[in-house]
């Protein structure tokens, strides 16, 4: 399955998502996997930067990150998220809208522990979206969390791990050369399934 029928939308959007979230992954993308995150802050501002998707099934979509930085911040205040995937090559978009979750303790440790040292230290010494005063601080900080955890593997720190953005809403844009786009919504029912709507592009 690689190109999407909106006329006859698959009943299932998550393996359509799974879908082109492969092709994108084999298409030789840099960084295929980086979406923009859209969050609202307590005082109701709105903020938006980029992650990774690390997961992504029926059960939403995965992304890790400092529980203590600005999205942080807004994710643990209970407002819901707005996800985007764009590949420009492949005239594709993805939306995906809903609330938010923490990933469980365990899985965020199995992710952490993959990941390069380096970043495992950054996690502990960045403390991310604060200010800082200057390289040189931002290294002293990282060359700390190196001496503390010297010769021994790095825990994940208590304010670092995955959100799971639930999938609420998901749309999905597939542009045309004639410039008549397709869209097609998918919105989750409460009694379970989704309800399918073809968009005006
Ligand atoms: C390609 C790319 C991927 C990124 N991936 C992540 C990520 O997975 N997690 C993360 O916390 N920040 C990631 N960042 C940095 C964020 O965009 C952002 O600067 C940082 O998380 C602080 O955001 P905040 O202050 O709005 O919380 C990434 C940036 C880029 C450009």
């Known amino acids: 399955m ?5 006329d006859n939308p698959p ?15 084999t298409t030789a993308l840099i960084n295929p996997h980086a979406m923009s995150l859209a969050t ?3 005082d109701g501002s709105l903020s938006l930067r980029t992650v990774l998707l690390k997961g992504f099934d029926e059960r939403g979509a995965v992304f890790y990150t400092n529980r203590r930085s600005r999205k942080g911040v807004a994710l643990d205040s209970g407002s819901p998220a707005a996800l985007l995937l764009h590949w420009d090559s492949l005239l594709r978009q993805i939306c995906i809208e809903g609330s ?3 990933v469980d303790d365990a899985e965020s440790d199995a992710y952490f522990a993959g990941r390069p040292r380096g970043a495992q230290l950054g996690a502990w ?12 601080a931002l290294e002293a900080a990282v060359a700390e969390a190196a001496r503390r955890f010297e010769g021994a593997p790095v825990p994940r720190p208590p304010h670092w791990g995955g959100y799971r953005v639930a999938l609420q809403r998901i ?3 597939q542009g045309r ?3 008549v786009h397709d869209r097609a919504i998918y919105t989750r029912l409460d009694q379970g399934g989704w309800a399918i709507q073809r968009l005006s592009p």
């Open 171 to 173: 749309e999905f844009w």
């Open 100 to 102: 938010v979750s923490h």
């Open 125 to 136: 010494a960045s403390r991310q979206s604060q200010p800082v005063e200057n390289r040189a």
């Open 2 to 6: 690689t190109d999407m029928d909106f």
């Open 11 to 25: 009943a299932d959007p998550v393996a359509q998502v799974q879908c082109w979230l492969e092709v994108a992954a």
């Open 177 to 179: 050369l004639d410039r």
């Open 40 to 42: 609202v802050d307590p």
